[in-house]
């Protein structure tokens, strides 16, 4: 039987429906068609499938598509408005802070909540923030560089 869902997502009030044992990687994915999470483990451990619930980073791949009725996610899609980048995706490019992609998204939806609570973080904290991120390509130094030049320009530093 398929369970009917009403939520907001990356702004929009948005309906799907999904199975009981369906989880919301999967519903965002096949329902929803917003494929940018991608699911590395399955199991809540590598962080590819991050996304804000109701403003808490969670690893979709836990949550069931039935529990987010009434609750507001983003997505990777959101964080760009229209063709602008938002200054997180910017400065990943300009300091190859990615390779294959599959972590990517993840990482850039945890780094963005974290600047969103603290935009002025030190080093340790953006390292402690994205520990539940795991890279199997650039060896996190260009992602931290990334997600420090990105605070610095959002603080106009």
Same mark, same amino acid.
């Given at each position: ?17 999904? @199975? ?5 990687? @999967?519903?965002?994915? $096949? &329902? ?18 991050? +996304?804000?619930? $109701? ?10 598509? +039935?529990? +987010? =009725?009434? /609750?507001?996610? $983003? ?5 760009? *408005? =229209?063709?602008?980048?938002? #200054? ?5 490019? &300009? ?8 972590? *990517? ?11 969103? /609570?603290? #935009?002025? #973080?030190? &080093?340790?904290?953006? %390292? ?7 890279? %199997?390509?650039?060896?996190? @130094? /260009?992602?931290? %560089?990334? +997600? ?6 959002? %603080?106009?530093?």
């Amino acid at each position: 039987m398929k369970h009917h869902v009403t939520t907001t997502i990356n702004g929009d009030e948005t309906e799907f429906l999904c @199975d009981t044992e369906q989880t919301l990687l @999967d519903c965002l994915r $096949d &329902e929803l068609e917003l494929t940018g999470t991608k699911e590395g483990c399955g199991s809540g451990d590598c962080g590819a499938c991050s +996304v804000l619930l $109701d403003g808490r980073l969670v690893c979709s791949c836990l949550v069931l598509g +039935v529990e +987010v =009725g009434g /609750k507001k996610i $983003d997505t990777i899609e959101g964080m760009a *408005t =229209g063709d602008k980048l938002h #200054p997180l995706q910017r400065k990943f490019l &300009e300091h190859a802070a990615l390779q294959c992609g599959i972590c *990517t998204p993840g990482v850039l939806v945890a780094a963005k909540s974290l600047l969103e /609570k603290n #935009p002025n #973080p030190t &080093e340790t904290e953006v %390292r402690y923030w994205l520990a539940g991120n795991l890279c %199997r390509c650039t060896g996190y @130094d /260009k992602i931290i %560089r990334a +997600v420090m030049d990105a605070a610095a320009e959002m %603080r106009g530093a």
